[in-house]
């Protein structure tokens, strides 16, 4: 199981100069096998419809769509939580590195804030 953060797949829907790495990543497994966190849904929505529009983001929601979408509830609320203060995160990029360690995925991501952190690859 890998899970790609909002960062990939905004340079995947947008063709950013990040695409080709990401895509490649993407590509190499089945949907089912990509873990997104919900939190992933709303910045990817709301990113590519400020930079292609509402079509291009609806697209984009659908495509995530098929992946393995993780909500949150309290035990991943907490866990984020324990992460922010752990390793200084944000809100969000708490909630999506914890969605990854509750899923076992690795989790790519171009966000320095999450550099250094287990399971994380880097693009």
Known sequence: MISIDSYGWVERFTNGPKAAAYNRIIDSVKPEELVTSVVVLYEVYRKVKKARGEETALEAVAALSQTRVVVVD??????????????????????????????????????????????????
Do not use: K
């Open 74 to 123: 309290q035990t991943l609320s907490l866990e984020a939580a324990d992460y922010s203060l752990e390793h200084g995160l944000h809100m969000s990029d708490a909630l999506v590195y914890a969605t990854a360690r509750q899923t076992s995925s690795e989790l790519y991501t171009s966000d320095g804030d999450l550099q250094g952190l287990a399971s994380v690859t880097l693009i």
